[in-house]
């Protein structure tokens, strides 16, 4: 009941990466990256569970970019033929690489952090990988020649990454599509397919986490011309409700999206996003309850999992640490009210 878990990525420690800035490069390098990935997680692993976060993450501690990380490790790629290319519907510009052969995983990707990492978590364990469709937004094509094609192709690679991370002990695994609220028409007609793909054989949950990303500038503009009512979920949340995916988490606090739309997954766990990671205000324990009690009227209690709204990688270390204790402590306090103890 009320359970609780983070979107996925956490702030690198500034001895690791310089902070605040999203992709920043390493300071470290070779085996004493290594380390120091592996000191960020296990400090992170531990804020998480002393702050009463239920499932945790590594916090990406592992990769400096959440889809380029996967995608070094993938054969096909051309990174001397990098191309400015307006992602997420041209919202913003982004260096790619370029697809030029077909692709194929060269190794495992995250198996050696998630193999350290499973040794420490008492907890649950999530991992979070990249969306088919994301990866595609964030790749220039100069092989496959048709998106859905492409998708298909990265969900095989993303479903031999997600097996192996299974049996290394992983609980949960989600692929982040902030790319599905760009090209919402597309999911239902491919973007679900090439996650179902991505998922098939596994037995462990599966999430998929959609948001109106990161608060960067270039997404808060955005967010000013959407209009007072976010309801770009309204098209797709159907199809996903009728998916094999296990939960869905999407932004709750101090967003636009009208709650309402939650009722459109009712056969779904919903991973309520109740912590603002584009602002640094920390919020109260008072204020989380009060977003899970306005999600409750649209989901059962037993299926909500209280959660930030997105990735918290930009904010400053001590802001992520405050708000993964409000998050914990506020799900407590709606729990106690509804007369569940712990
Ligand atoms: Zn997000």
Redesign the pocket.
Known sequence: MITTTV?GSLPKPAWLAEPEKLWAPWRLDGDVLVEGQQDAALAWIKIQEDAGIEIVSDGEQFRKHFVHGFLEQVGGIDWQRMTTMGIRDDRYDAEVPTVTSAVKRKKSVHGDGVKFCCQHVNNKFKFTLPGPMTICDTIADAHYGDRAKMAMAFAELLNEEARELEALGVDVIQF?E?AFNAFMDQVPIWGIDALHRAIDGLTCTTAV?I?Y??GIQENIDWKESLGEEWRQYEQFFPALNESRIDQISLECADSKVPLSVLALLKDKDVLVGAIDVASEIIETPEKVASTLRSAMEFVDPERIIACTN??MAPLPRHVAEGKLKALGAGAALLRKELGFSG
Do not use: V
């Open positions: 979107a982040d902030p986490h948001c990303g990161y997105c990735g």
